[in-house]
């Protein structure tokens, strides 16, 4: 018995440990985004609660450095993003999880590689096309996010559709059903569950985002939040009350994403590990 | 029961070929491409692929336009005779330039006319020089000016910028990339090891179903969750070398000399780079193990038990064996994207002090964006796929991780 108890006390400290600084760097950003210009340099910096306390950082960041264009520039981004990739990846998943057809293998293999291949390789030449065809700094930007959303959304939903009991699409056949509304009207809905589960993934990646928006959507109207931060951090002084307060109103969406689906991203992060 | 596929259903797949043709096919083969040339978009004569010679037609005849504009100045101050000579060479200028007339920037151009046009422009620089000359007295108006025309017409010729695989013999050479390689792999190696150490820890408390795991799982999925470039900025400032929380603890603990030596050491910026990632990845780490670790029916522990096995002794014979198909997987990934890491170490140091933490993405952007050199960043990013090859390879061959185990 004396065993499982150390494994306890242990097994306790460690969880408490890792529960502590998972949240201390949230919690300091709390703290000094409460803090006036004053408090944050010299002794002032290490106060956790705050002399006088004021909400200046924020007034900052949200009326003069537009910090809400950047987390709606995001939600913009990301929503297509999401959009076009589960309708794209539930027409192929369906098709991949259904027929036999030559280079299926092929193709499962070019998704898995484009997967893991360095985002780097492609920036340039897709820089150059979107200078060209003048759709530098637009929402257009999202097109190109696909190259780090899709593979995995088409892996996931393969997964998915599978589970999804042959019988049903045969009696829908029988009705009279075409292909396309057996996808949308039979699978569809019957996978649910994963074909949320992929959404949130690919939502997050997309508000995630860093390399291709930092290059091609520089200007501030259209920066998303990963860019935009970055911004805040100016040349010769940083006002870290200020990237304080920003980072606590960006954090916030993650934050209700996290509360709300939870369960559908330990999914999304599981479906990513075990293999049927 | 598996059918064959038709026409109608391969539209179906259709959009996703286009995607990957576009965003991913596309732009790889043209990156190699780019490896091939010396591609500078800031530089004139390199922003483009050249792979034959080049004649810029139009900014020659302008050239050919002012050494005529200049020699009717100079002319006036000469006898009739050489007066008379230099109307030739006019003639001469005026009636090779007239081809150019409506020339509009490069266009490609034959060996044997560059040739002829080589031998034009020598000639008129002699016979110029050899005028000038017989005069030393006389002050002419352009003696100065007609050499600098003269020698701008050289760059009329633009060289092709096709270099082949000299670039690739460069980058062996390049200890600025091997430097980076460096930097990458002890980012990678050092970052994934402690992820999996501290994960797999994670995922085996959390495999035992105590009170309370509920909560340890949403509270691990928000550093997880969260953009890398808002967590590397909120590390940025913990930190900092004059208020940073973090590196004011770790001075008073003695893990740093002085509170600047975080970020303005090659060492502590390093440091500062893993322990940011192993705090934004052991989450998710940990969750991908705990899947793993669910599937593994609980009987064989109990009968593992009921032989006598310790803790540990069950860890390697039972847990570890069963869970290696999935953990290998998800190193593989975790690897993967540790060895393009870009965001975090770009906003936390930019890859410095002293490109210290410069890694190999990092570069092949300075290269990109920086210097506009997109010739050699695209052979720096060759270089990483190499390594990203190897690195696949090992874990499917030597390791036999099954990543295509769908079917």
């Known amino acids: ?276 | 029961m598996v059918k064959k596929m038709t026409f109608k259903q391969f539209l179906f797949i259709l959009p996703l070929l286009i995607f990957i043709g576009v965003f991913s096919i596309y732009p790889i083969v043209t990156s190699f491409m780019y490896t091939f040339f010396d591609y500078r978009i800031n530089d004139q004569t390199a922003n483009s692929f050249y792979l034959s010679e080049r004649f810029n037609g139009e900014l020659f005849y302008e050239d050919c336009d002012y050494i005529n504009y200049f020699l009717d100045d100079d002319k006036t101050l000469i006898s009739e005779e050489d007066q008379k000579a230099v109307e030739e060479i006019q003639a001469t200028v005026s009636s090779v330039m007239s081809e150019y007339e409506n020339a509009k920037g490069t266009e490609k151009i034959s060996s044997d006319k560059k040739d002829e046009l080589v031998a034009f422009k020598e000639k008129l620089r002699t016979d110029i020089t050899a005028l000038y000359d017989k005069y030393p007295d006389v002050e002419f108006y352009n003696k100065d000016k007609i050499p600098e025309i003269l020698d701008e017409m050289d760059t009329c010729i633009v060289k092709s910028n096709f270099i082949g695989l000299k670039a690739y013999g460069n980058l062996i050479k390049d200890t600025r990339f091997w430097k980076a390689l460096g930097h990458t792999l002890i980012f990678t190696v050092i970052s994934v090891g402690i992820e999996l150490v501290l994960g797999m820890l994670l995922a085996l408390i959390m495999n035992k179903a105590m009170k309370g795991i509920g909560l340890v799982r949403t509270v691990a999925l928000i550093p997880w969750a969260i953009p890398t470039a808002v967590s590397a900025m909120i590390w940025s400032y913990l930190y900092d070398g004059s208020y940073g929380i973090v590196s004011f603890l770790f001075n008073k603990l003695g893990i740093i000399n002085s509170q600047s030596a975080m970020l303005l050491t090659s060492h502590g910026a390093m440091s500062a780079a893993i322990i940011a990632d192993v705090w934004k990845t052991t989450p998710y780490m940990a969750l991908l193990l705990l899947a793993g670790l669910q599937v593994i029916d609980r009987g064989l522990y109990e009968s593992s038990a009921i032989d006598g096995a310790g803790p540990v002794v069950t860890f390697f014979k039972i847990t570890l064996p069963l869970v290696k198909p999935s953990l290998l997987v998800a190193l593989l990934f975790r690897t993967l994207d540790a060895f393009r890491v870009y965001d975090l170490i770009a906003i936390l140091t930019g890859g410095g002090p002293g490109n210290g933490t410069e890694s190999l993405s990092i570069y092949a952007y300075k290269l990109m964006f920086d210097q506009s050199n997109y010739g050699y960043s695209s052979v720096v990013v060759m270089g990483m796929f190499v390594v990203v090859a190897i690195i696949a390879f090992l874990y499917v061959k030597v390791l036999g991780a099954d990543v295509m185990g769908n079917d």
């Open chain 1, 1 to 276: 018995m004396k065993k499982v108890s150390t494994f306890k006390v242990v097994s306790w400290i460690f969880i408490i440990a890792f529960l502590l600084i998972s949240v201390f760097p949230f919690f300091w950003i709390l703290v000094t985004s409460f803090k006036p210009e004053t408090e944050i340099f010299g002794d002032g910096a290490y106060r956790i609660i705050a002399q006088h306390p004021t909400l200046d950082a924020f007034k900052t960041v949200i009326f003069e450095k537009n910090i809400l264009r950047a987390v709606w520039n995001s939600f913009v981004m990301s929503g297509f993003t999401t959009l076009y990739v589960i309708v794209v990846a539930s027409m192929s998943a369906y098709i991949i999880s259904r027929f036999k057809f030559k280079g299926k293998n092929l193709l499962m293999a070019l998704i898995l590689t484009v997967a893991m291949f360095p985002q780097m390789i492609i920036i340039g030449p897709v820089f150059n096309m979107y200078y060209s065809l003048g759709k530098l700094n637009s929402y257009w930007v999202c097109l190109a996010y696909s190259s780090i959303t899709l593979p995995s959304a088409v892996w996931i939903m393969v997964a998915h559709f599978k589970q999804v009991p042959l019988a049903l699409e045969e009696a829908a056949k029988i009705d009279g059903c075409s292909t396309w509304g057996t996808l949308w009207r039979i699978i569809f809905p019957i996978a649910a569950p994963g074909v949320f589960t992929t959404a949130i993934m690919t939502f997050i990646s997309a508000w995630n985002e860093y390399l291709l928006s930092c290059t091609m959507n520089s200007n501030e109207s259209i920066q998303t939040v990963p860019v935009r931060i970055g911004y805040l951090r100016g040349q010769y002084t940083i006002y870290w009350n200020q990237i304080a307060a920003a980072a606590v109103v960006v954090v916030i969406p993650t934050l209700v994403m996290v509360l709300l689906f939870q369960k559908q991203i330990v999914a999304g992060i599981a479906n990513g590990a075990v293999k049927e």
